[in-house]
Structure formats: structure tokens, C-alpha cells
């Protein structure tokens, strides 16, 4: 079964500070990689997904991410953090077998703080 | 374009009733996925319809159940309702399965 480990449940990083959000998979093939945030009270918005190709993925707001075969790892970077960026970040994995999707599997998900 | 659209925003039941929460696709998007999000247990798979037809189920009880219409709009239901079917639910859509998911602001179900 495939499933997500975010390790750190908290974060807090400093305005204008960079920023690196862990995130480790566990799946048999090749998986679908997604990052979601979260505001309160919204639901997901998608910053960026990692179907195949390069292996650097460029999403919205200036994050980006990095996926690593060897090390299941899928981190979030942002070289600047604004103090909007306080949300919830959500890793998911995701897979296609056959004539249907299994689900995205989340992690449980690092709460950002950013200080002023 | 308009996002994904649920309704409604916020519910409270009693437990033992039922309800039936409503999630309205992006134009062109055949994929509907359902998932609950609660302080303890996060966010879960609960089931993805694709023209129509439930693709994958997670591992929920039979109370929870859903369908989707000719449209694409997806209704989920849930019977019996228990205190712990308090949550967050949120409902995707997609072009294709497996590939990028919108989300829904999601509707909030209170059960007392």
C-alpha cells in the first residue's frame, strides 16, 4: 500500500527566509507526486505535481520541487517566504491501475508559521 | 472557468439522520473524487466516480456512498450518521483519473 510521511508537523521559518518541506513516499512503481495547501477553513489548492520527466518541477507561487528516486523523497522548496504563505502543506501520492485511480493517499500534513 | 463548486458550505445533523452533500465539477472534467478530512485521522480517500461509475472505493463503511449523474455532478451520502462522521468533506475533480485534482472549499458537517 502506498502511503505519505510529512516528519515535521510544525515548522517555523522567518519572513524572507527559505524554505524546505519534507516529504517521503512509499510506492512500488513510478507514482503520481503532488503538494496541496491548505488555508483555514478552504480546501486544497494545488502548487505543483510530478507526473514523469525532469525531475525539478516549478509550481505556483514561486515553490518548487524536487523528486528523488533513490531517497522517495518529493521536498517543497521556496527561496523567499512571504507571510502568506502561513498555511497547511500537504504531500499526496497518487497511482492509475488499470481503468481506475486508487485515491490520493496524503500525509498528515506541516503546519508553516512564518515570523515576522 | 469556475471552480469546483459543494454545497452546502456548512451542515448539522443529529446522529442517526442522513445526509446528502453535493459537489458540482469543472466544465470538461469526468473525474469526481470524495475525501474526509478530520482533525485525527487527516485526509482520506473516500471514492472516485468516472462517467458515472465508482472507479474505487477507500476503506469506509457501507453508510458512505455516492453516484454521479450524466453532468458529472456527484452527490455523496452518508446514513446513520455517528458523532465521528464530524469532518471536513472535500470533493475533486479531475479531467482525466490519476491525473491533477481540483479541489472544493468543501462542506463542514457538524453531527450532535
Known amino acids: 500500500a502506498q502511503s505519505v510521511t510529512q516528519p515535521d508537523i510544525h515548522i517555523t521559518v522567518s519572513e524572507g527566509a527559505s524554505l524546505e518541506l519534507r516529504c517521503n513516499y512509499s510506492y512500488g512503481a513510478t507514482p503520481y507526486l503532488f503538494w496541496y495547501v491548505q488555508s483555514p477553513g478552504q480546501g486544497l489548492q494545488l502548487l505543483l505535481k510530478?507526473?514523469?520527466?525532469?525531475?525539478l518541477v516549478q509550481g505556483i507561487k514561486g515553490f518548487e520541487a524536487e523528486f528523488k528516486r533513490s531517497q522517495s523523497s518529493f521536498n517543497l522548496r521556496k527561496p523567499s517566504v512571504h507571510w502568506s504563505d502561513a498555511a497547511e502543506y500537504f504531500c499526496?501520492?497518487?497511482?492509475?491501475?488499470?481503468?481506475?485511480?486508487?485515491?490520493?493517499?496524503f500525509g498528515k500534513g506541516t503546519h508553516l508559521i512564518i515570523q515576522p | 472557468k469556475a471552480g469546483v463548486t459543494q454545497t452546502p458550505r456548512y451542515l448539522i445533523k443529529t446522529r442517526g439522520q442522513q445526509v446528502t452533500l453535493s459537489c458540482s465539477p469543472i466544465s470538461g472534467h469526468r473525474s469526481v473524487s470524495w475525501y474526509q478530512q478530520t482533525p485525527g485521522q487527516g485526509l482520506q480517500f473516500l471514492f472516485e466516480y468516472f462517467s458515472e461509475t465508482q472507479r474505487n472505493k477507500g476503506n469506509f463503511p457501507g453508510r458512505f456512498s455516492g453516484r454521479q449523474f450524466s453532468n458529472s455532478r456527484s452527490e455523496m451520502n452518508v446514513s446513520t450518521l455517528e458523532l465521528g462522521d464530524s469532518a471536513l468533506y472535500l470533493c475533486?475533480?479531475?479531467?482525466?483519473?490519476?491525473?491533477?485534482?481540483?479541489f472544493g472549499s468543501g462542506t463542514r458537517l457538524t453531527v450532535v
Open positions: 510530478y507526473f514523469s520527466g525532469d525531475t
Open positions: 499526496a501520492v497518487g497511482a492509475h491501475s488499470g481503468g481506475g485511480a486508487d485515491g490520493l493517499t
Open positions: 475533486a475533480s479531475s479531467f482525466q483519473t490519476g491525473y491533477g485534482y481540483t
